[in-house]
Nanobody, 122 residues
Framework: QGHLVQSGGGSVQAGGSLRLSCAAA????????LAWFRQAPGKEREKVAA???????NYADSVKGRFTISQDPAKGTFYLQMNSLKREDTATYYC????????????????WGQGAQVTVSS
């Protein structure tokens, strides 16, 4: 059964960097439907970065210029490099991936990572 295994995360001071990794297992890796989400206590889940059709990357305005999503398809792994971290980046981060719908052509995020805590202190 397909699943994603996350690694990375931790605590860092404001201005620092962290990298999250997400390894796919048990399904055919699709390089065109990958995403990172985060959820802070008391807040709604937010999509922060994604690789979608034709390998186009998209970022939330709050992380644009600081976060980078990338992948190594040969390893079935994708990453979230987070630089210039701010206190407001503190959250649990989740990776997600899946196939593209043959009907709507939209990404269907079937697989989710277990989550990784990122804590940024001032």
């Amino acid at each position: 059964q397909g699943h994603l295994v996350q690694s990375g995360g931790g605590s860092v001071q404001a201005g620092g960097s962290l990298r999250l990794s997400c390894a796919a297992a048990g399904y055919t890796y699709n390089p065109n439907c990958l995403a990172w989400f985060r959820q802070a206590p008391g807040k709604e889940r937010e999509k922060v970065a994604a690789i979608e059709k034709e390998l186009i990357t998209n970022y939330a305005d709050s992380v644009k210029g600081r976060f980078t999503i990338s992948q190594d398809p040969a390893k079935g792994t994708f990453y979230l490099q987070m630089n210039s971290l701010k206190r407001e980046d503190t959250a649990t981060y989740y990776c997600a991936a899946g196939p593209r719908s043959s009907v709507t052509r939209a990404c269907v995020l079937l697989y989710w990572g277990q989550g990784a805590q990122v804590t940024v202190s001032s």
